[in-house]
């Protein structure tokens, strides 16, 4: 077997193993909430801190570790962070409120900034989310002045009708061909079982062929079911526009996940002429999946999210404390008057 030299992620993975400092924290107003802190190491950007989010039912550990190299490396850049689990994932207890969902992750979030302003003296906050975290994130960032920025990875999409119709005509190119593709569709895989004498896939696919035709409603074509927007490309559009109207640092980054293509913020086409990317930023990542499986997808959205943070930490840091002046020794008296 040729050996080959590790990859810059490997290397760089390696080096933060070794250095880095994390501290586990309880928070929340009955200690139910648990994250690890990651101080920074070097130069500083005072007051300014960072909060990455779960992403989906993953706990704060993330899709390939993802979550624990994002907190090192904005660490060792100077931005301390928290990466944490809301209530009811990973090692946080479910919570005995009776908030809906997006309220208590909100509630989760904004009791993870009070901790980090209470236990280090952090006042302003970037948020970082992928998927379902990107969707907490905007929703925190609305409802907290403290957030100053928010980086958003795969997030809700307004696809146009051109769009989707070009999503299926690939994956039906692909299909003879494909065998991801074709795995991809339960039906396909129902009467591949069904040949090979599964009853119950005959059963399923006998009921999908009796069942009337009925239309789906437009977000059914999403790939992320769970993630589909919950309002319109106005109510969307209308959110962007008032972070932006506050100062917040937008930026939002998409996956090839949906379609290998981008032509014009595709995904986000609904609101393809709107003043908000006048000011916020979007990038489409033709070679990353949704969650970053190999390390070359990682090397990249590390790289991007270090970037982002670094430049806008730099601008929204607090002034760094004076030191105090020294003061001249008090002169002896002696030395007022001598003999």
Not at 26 to 52: I, K, N, Q
Not at 89 to 114: H, P, T, Y
Not at 262 to 278: C, I, K, N, P, T
């Amino acid at each position: 077997m040729k050996w080959c030299p590790p990859t810059h992620c490997v290397v760089w993975w390696l080096k933060s193993m070794k250095q880095a400092t994390e501290t586990p924290a309880l928070f929340g107003p009955e200690r139910t909430l648990f994250g690890m802190f990651t101080p920074a190491s070097g130069t500083t950007m005072p007051g300014v801190g960072c909060l990455v989010l779960n992403t989906g039912v993953n706990h704060r550990v993330g899709p390939h570790r993802i979550n624990v190299k994002t907190a090192r490396r904005l660490a060792a850049a100077g931005i301390p962070t928290l990466r944490f689990d809301l209530s009811g994932i990973g090692d946080s207890v479910a919570a005995r409120s009776a908030l809906e969902f997006r309220a208590q992750a909100v509630a989760d979030m904004k009791a993870a900034l009070d901790h980090l302003e209470q236990a280090h003296g952090l006042r302003r906050f970037l948020v970082f989310g992928i998927c379902s975290g990107a969707e907490n994130g905007l929703a925190l960032a609305l409802a907290d002045p403290r957030v100053v920025g928010l980086l958003t990875f795969d997030g809700a999409m307004f696809l146009t009708p051109g769009t989707r119709l070009e999503r299926k005509l690939r994956r039906a190119a692909a299909f003879p061909l494909n065998a991801a593709v074709r795995a991809s569709y339960p039906w396909w895989k129902d009467l591949t079982l069904w040949g090979a004498g599964d009853a119950a896939a005959r059963a399923r696919s006998l009921a999908r062929l009796r069942a009337p035709l009925s239309p789906r409603p437009p977000s059914d074509d999403d790939i992320f079911a769970a993630n589909a927007p919950q309002s319109s490309a106005a109510d969307h559009e209308a959110k962007l526009q008032a972070l932006l109207a506050r100062g917040v640092a937008l930026s939002m980054m998409f996956s090839a996940t949906y379609n290998a293509t981008d032509r014009q913020r595709d995904m986000l086409g609904a609101l393809r002429h709107s003043s908000v990317f006048e000011r916020a930023e979007y990038r489409f990542w033709p070679d990353v999946d949704h969650t970053g499986t190999t390390l070359a997808m990682q090397t990249k959205l590390l790289g991007a999210v270090e970037e982002w943070a670094v430049r806008v930490a730099q601008k929204v840091a607090l002034p760094a404390p004076r030191r105090a002046e020294a003061v001249p020794p008090p002169t002896r008296e002696k030395e007022l008057h001598p003999a």
